[in-house]
């Protein structure tokens, strides 16, 4: 728990005493803290969707011992998740999925503008699982296979994406990325905007899809310049087809491209440089192409091993990917 000391001791330490009384274990990850999921000795699958509800302006120096027994007063909650800063307060927001959709009905009827202290009434509704991100600051130049292999390896659940002329932008294109869950779609989110990725010049932005823009975006004259998953099919592993480029061929590719500008075969150097506890794993990467003017140096998340790639070879590829981009520029 990455927690800054002299902060809120009080409250910490009353956290800590009900974990060890009531032999509750919290999980912190991802700026997040979680409890259940499935919780202990539940029997089954996970409840659906319609059973979570978001919980708002929470008191920062509130935390699980207080908000967990209030919300199990009206039903049995499969997970809690209170979203949390790196100093240890929270973010004042979380949010509790219920066993059944009539759970969480009674948490908002009893709930909804509770004071849990004086003075400081919370909001409790039907969470609105958003699973779609919106990626703006793309250079045109970026292609559909760059910024899925990018994704792919940087991001898990992803089910679609589309790639758009900006419809505010000149020369810009923006992307919307569909993912299978909530969760999914706010790790994504932060594993984009954290992990310093450059497919625009001033590197993308991202953020939640506005209603507005997908709006403007479903009656634009223009279809999608192209579109990885069609239909409403559930993908849970992409097909062959959208699976990102072996590190051959990409590596095959940059040395065609390096020969045609009269340079000589790409070294790559990786090296991690932070590791959360979910496996993520940070890489620095520099690629020095000799004849070249100057290394090209960035930075990028990938995720746990998986479909035979190790993460230094996930590394290179995203390197090599971005050497592909600069030189067809050139």
Known sequence: QMWTNGINEASKMALLAWEKETGIELVQINGQRRYGGPPPGWVGGPPPA??????????????????????????????????????????????????????????????????????????????????????????????????????????????????????????????????????????????????????????????????????????????????????????????PAALPPSLENVLEHLKMLCWKHRLRTPLFITKCVQVNPDGWQRFWYQVVIPGYHAPITGFTWVSPDRQGQSEHEKAKVVAALHILRVLGES
């Not at 927001?93 to 400081?120: E, L, M, W």
């Not at 089910?159 to 790790?187: D, F, G, I, M, W």
């Open 50 to 239: 319609s059973t979570e509800v978001y919980i708002a302006r929470l008191p920062q120096d509130i935390y699980e011992n207080t908000l967990i027994p209030l919300f199990e007063s009206v039903g049995k909650l499969y997970e809690f998740r209170l979203m949390m800063t790196f100093s240890g307060l929270n973010r004042g927001f979380a949010y509790a999925r219920y066993a059944s959709p009539q759970d969480a009905r009674n948490a908002i009827a009893t709930f909804h503008r509770f004071q849990v202290r004086k003075g400081c009434a919370i909001v409790v509704c039907r969470s609105t699982q958003k699973r779609e991100l919106v990626v703006k600051g793309l250079a045109a130049s970026v292609s559909q296979q760059e910024l899925e292999a990018m994704l792919q390896m940087v991001t898990e659940g992803i089910r679609s994406v589309t790639l758009h002329a900006s419809p505010c932008q000149r020369q810009a294109k923006l992307a919307v990325l569909k993912y299978r869950s909530h969760e999914a779609a706010a790790l994504a989110k932060k594993a984009l905007m954290e992990g310093n990725l450059r497919l625009g010049e001033a590197g993308m932005r991202v953020d939640w899809l506005h209603p507005q823009l997908k709006q403007k975006l479903q009656v634009w004259e223009e279809e999608p310049l192209s579109s990885w998953v069609q239909g409403g099919e559930s993908l849970d592993m992409p097909r």
